[in-house]
């Protein structure tokens, strides 16, 4: 059975759940294609599967590393699923990049958990969303998730509000220097265009409608099961359901905003979703339940290929 499978890390699952994502790349690839197939399309779509790699290997490592699970793989194999479900995501290398940089800077906010190098992780925080920031403009929100982060860990004081700050600036003075030297400074005002659409015409089809749907109702009942267990226990994870809590409501903000609403804006959820679905499926004491969402899960980014 699924659950069981997937249930404790090993290395031969992560593969597993790598080659999965392949499978899903590959399908995609070919559904997709309007290019034709040339070697140097090939070499460039390899090449862009290995930072697919990277951004699930990066998951992995910060869900284990600040304990947002319990050892299992529940979290990552959600998120190869939901990226086989919304396999546009798979092929936009901007929101991809944006992911990639914000995960980075996630990496250091669920860290303030511990009590080293706090302000070097507010600072490290800060730079990266800077990054995603002028990768993708939305992306300014998760300046308030530091915050919350300083919050709900207990990092707060005078100094810590105002790293966050300065590591954001950082990469936007050296890129306006960049841009200044070369005299194209329209490239740059560019980046902080805030362009958004509240026009959600394309989610009717049931390609989107369907998972989408599935999805926000799996978060809903996964958080209002797992919160009351989890904030009546005194221990480490309860700081960290607070910050994912507020990370989930921030990510279904951008994709509200989204300019682009053809599933690939999802990829800002998957994260923080698949942490508090993983959560959720980890407390169920029924071994069958915990198959029948996984199964759910698979069945639906098997479907949407035919929708």
Do not use: C
Request: proline share 2%; glycine share 2%; hydrophobic share 60%.
């Amino acid at each position: 059975m699924i659950a069981n499978f997937f249930k404790k890390t090993k290395p031969e699952n992560v593969f597993n759940i790598v080659l999965l994502l392949f499978v899903y790349y590959l399908i995609s690839l070919f559904l997709s294609n309007t290019e034709g197939f040339t070697v140097l399309i090939w070499v460039k779509k390899i090449s862009f599967f290995l930072w697919l790699i990277f951004f699930l290997l990066s998951v992995n490592f910060i869900v284990k590393k600040n304990n947002l699970t319990q050892d299992n793989l529940y979290a990552l194999l959600i998120i190869v699923l939901l990226l086989g479900t919304f396999s546009e995501a798979m092929f936009f290398n901007r929101i991809i990049f944006t992911n990639i940089a914000l995960l980075l800077g996630f990496r250091k906010i669920y860290s303030l958990r511990t009590h080293s190098n706090t302000k070097k992780k507010l600072f490290d925080a800060g730079f990266w969303v800077g990054i995603a920031a002028l990768i993708y403009s939305w992306s300014l929100f998760y300046l308030i998730l530091i915050y919350i982060g300083i919050i709900a860990y207990r990092k707060l004081n005078i100094k810590n509000l105002f790293i966050p700050l300065i590591g954001f600036i950082m990469p936007v003075i050296i890129y306006f220097t960049y841009h200044f030297y070369f005299d194209s400074l329209s490239v740059f005002y560019d980046r902080f265009i805030f362009d958004y659409s509240l026009d959600f015409v394309s989610y009717n089809k049931f390609k989107i409608l369907v998972p989408a749907t599935f999805l926000l109702a799996t978060i809903t009942w996964s958080i209002f099961s797992v919160t009351p267990k989890i904030v009546m226990v005194s221990n480490k994870l309860k700081f960290s359901w607070i910050v994912l809590l507020h990370h989930v409501s921030i990510s279904l903000l951008v994709v509200i905003l989204s300019p682009i609403k053809n599933g690939s804006e999802m990829l800002f959820l998957i994260f923080p979703a698949a942490i508090i679905i993983a959560n959720f499926i980890q407390k169920s004491g029924s071994v069958i339940f915990k198959n029948v969402v996984l199964y759910v899960f698979f069945a639906i980014s098997v479907v949407v290929y035919f929708l």
